[in-house]
């Protein structure tokens, strides 16, 4: 037999993001090519280069990548117009020789950075550092060899019997390079071979400035230059290709004068593969290691693991986008650690306080999952109630917990079963009050519509409006403490040619439409309730014409109840032979209004004054049957001395 294999295990070099809206998760792939993937989720696609580069997505063109792969390969693609060339720095295919045969040596993962003070500029290196400025057309060279070049150690590879010289083998190489994202001027320079350089100037003067007590031939595996100060710069670094595991971690504040070693909380037997410091909170440092991940929220005075659920696994890549935190593994694909606010805000004193609830990270319509809201209890509460207020200050969403083992699943909309264009639910809304940390995530929706057992639709759901643009609150309360927050909903700025404007008119003909729903579904729960009475009545009757009045009223009662709901449907392919009804119509009305962010169409708001209309008929039908044919049977039922039927609920 063969055991199935339910988990990812591709090996990534490293991993990037594009600024695509929600983005896009970028990484090279051994023994396969370079991919990307949206972070929602969806189709992997080939963005150049090989299975071994970095990629290097232009900021201001998502079409537009810049990958590579050993040899010096280097290609720019544009998916939109389907153009691919080859820009390679050295256009000299190494294949079979040595490294030091070679006029330009590129590593097997050789560095392509695009400066992040210049989107026009794109850095690349082999044992020099290489700047283009038109898209490689032409490139400059900026250093000297950065490298320690000792002879013994760019010879042949391999033997006796065959050489191994594919480019993994290439030797005396950059192996990371870091232009400063605070000062243009500033680029770190890491070889593999252990020399680090820093220049001040762009490359005109470079200074040699690698760590005291840096072991001789340690792999700087990676240099990430801070994005709050030029001077700081953090260094990861390893050994373990010459038997020694040990982690060398190192922090400079002061363009690499002096340097800091912060390995402190790591194993010793857990070397690094990459660093990098968070873009919000000064300090806050992320550590890819050969088993997993750390963190430091002290500027690296002290490591604690971030593995949590995440398999043992080598973390090639990080990478800090927006609220999220990203990573590429060399075994198990790409991970997304979704809203790393709390690590932003997080400190010991808070462990103190009985309830803390975090400032929550803006969310953008359409694109955000949730609005994550995150609260820390000294000890577990009884109750847990969370208050979601609109910018006027008004309630709109009430949840509590924690819900009974027993208790049905609260708050989530009905749907049909089956059928095209289907909502996609999030999973139920859950309050918890465990001590420690805790997390509800708003699904950012208004209350849904009323609905009913058993109710089948196609194509809809009775789920609230989505939340227009605006500043809401968000209140936790918890034994006895109450503490409060304020977020944002944000237009999603990607779609050109909406306003905030054009989404509160959605929102309100959303808000109509759901009403509607409700109106509706009501009507039907309305009119079930008042024949259960009179099958109950007819039920105790021994006058043969009271029966048949009864019937007769629960038919005529069903003729209107058959216009709001299809009663027939039983199963998700139903309404191929039963159509669907108003409350169905409206409801997937709502989805096309909210099926983007736009103004609503001149044809939504027909479409919902007819049906509107229609139902506004089937509910006089509903008031005229219970005014007129309910109260004369009443009167026969009171006249047999039975109880009469109530006509509201």
Known sequence: TWTDQDFPTAQFYNVVTTTHVPYHVCGAQQD?????????????????????????????????????????????????????????????????HSASDMTERFQWTFPIVIAPTNPNVLYVTSQHVWRSTNEGQSWERISPDLTRHDPSTIGPSGGPITLDQTG???????????????????????????????TRDGGKNWQKVTPDGLPDFTRISLIDASPHAAGTAYLAGNRYQRGDPA?????????????????????????????????????LLFLGTEQGIFVSFNDGGQWQSLRGDLPVTPVHGIAVKDNDLVIGT??????????????????AAMTNEPLVLFDPADAVRSVSRSVM??????????????DI?????????????????????????????????????APAARVTATAGMNRFMWDMRYPNAVDFPGMI???????G????????????????????????????????????????????????????????????????????????????????????????????????EGEIYQHRLRSGQDPLNYPIRLNNKLAALQGTVEGGDYRPTAQALAVFKELSGRLDKELARLEAVVKTDVAEFNRRLSAAGLEPVKGTI
């Open 168 to 198: 993994v083998e290439t030797y005396a190489t950059v192996f990371t390079l870091a232009p400063s994202p605070v000062d243009g001027n500033v680029i770190w320079a890491g070889s593999d071979d252990g020399v680090v350089h820093v």
């Open 247 to 283: 982690p060398y971690v190192y922090k400079t504040s002061d363009y690499g004068k002096s340097w800091s070693k912060i390995t402190a909380g790591i194993p010793g037997d857990d070397f690094p593969r990459t660093i990098r410091e968070d873009k919000v909170r000064k300090g």
């Open 32 to 96: 396969n090519s370079t991919a990307c993937v949206p972070s929602t989720g969806g189709a992997l696609y080939d963005v150049g280069g090989g299975e071994s580069g970095y990629i290097a997505p232009d900021p201001e063109d998502t079409d537009v990548f810049y990958a590579g792969s050993y040899g010096g390969l280097l290609t720019r693609i544009n998916r939109r117009t389907g153009e691919r060339r080859n820009i390679n720095v050295w256009p000299d295919n190494p294949m079979g």
């Open 465 to 560: 409006p989505a939340a227009p643009p605006g500043r809401y609150q968000v209140r936790v309360a918890a034994g006895g403490v109450t503490k409060t927050q304020d977020f944002q909903i944000k237009r999603n700025a990607a779609v050109p040619n909406v306003t905030d404007a054009d989404l509160q008119a959605q929102f309100a003909l959303a808000m109509q439409i759901n009403e509607r729903v409700s109106e509706a579904n009501r009507a039907v729960i309305r009119i079930r309730e008042i024949k259960t009475q009179i099958n109950e009545r007819i039920g105790k009757a021994s006058d043969a014409d009271l029966k048949t009045a009864g019937q007769a009223l629960i038919d005529k009662l069903t003729d209107v």
């Open 457 to 463: 639709m196609w194509a809809a759901s009775t789920r």
């Open 389 to 425: 207020l609109d910018p006027a200050g008004k309630v709109i969403r009430t949840y509590s917990g924690p819900q009974p083992p027993q208790a049905a699943a609260p708050d989530r909309p009905a749907e049909m079963e089956e059928g095209e264009a289907a909502p996609r639910q």
């Open 330 to 347: 060399h075994g198990r694909s790409f991970y997304i650690l979704d809203n790393i606010s709390v690590l932003r805000q997080a400190n």
């Open 373 to 386: 809201i995150d609260y820390y209890l000294k000890a577990p509460a009884d109750k847990v109630t969370i």
